[in-house]
């Protein structure tokens, strides 16, 4: 069953950290660029950071730079968000996406369920 789950999301004083983690399962992540989503109560759905699949560069929205980190871990096939200095304004649902147009041109494109985090004192 090919899914992406995310997990570490949780209720978090400003000023503190978590660290999300995004579990593939089904096919190989390393294979895909990933990029992190955040969507508010309210807001539309923005995108926080991104890995690429060819070299493992990375992006992040300017609203995070400096305190956000993503990274792989291919032998658990999972990408992470570290997240530190968490401000109240970070609270949002954070998604998961894989994508990846094999060299036939098909595109796969994966989603998570999301985990909630909170930043609040």
């Known amino acids: 069953q090919v899914q992406l789950v995310e997990s570490g999301g949780g209720l978090v004083q400003p000023g503190g950290s978590l660290r999300l983690s995004c579990v593939a399962s089904?096919?190989?992540?390393?294979?895909?660029?990933v990029g992190w989503f955040r969507q508010a109560p309210g807001k539309e759905r923005e995108g926080v950071s991104c890995i690429s699949n060819s070299d493992d560069s990375t992006d992040y929205a300017d609203s995070v730079k400096g305190r956000f980190a993503i990274s792989r871990d291919n032998a658990k096939n999972t990408v992470y968000l570290e997240m530190n200095s968490l401000k109240p304004e970070d609270t949002a649902v954070y998604y998961c996406?894989?994508?990846?147009?094999?060299?036939?041109?098909?595109?796969?494109?994966?989603w998570g369920q999301g985990t909630q985090v909170t930043v609040s004192s």
């Open positions: 996406n894989a994508n990846w147009v094999d060299p036939w041109g098909t595109p796969s494109d994966y």
């Open positions: 089904g096919f190989t992540l390393d294979y895909y660029n």
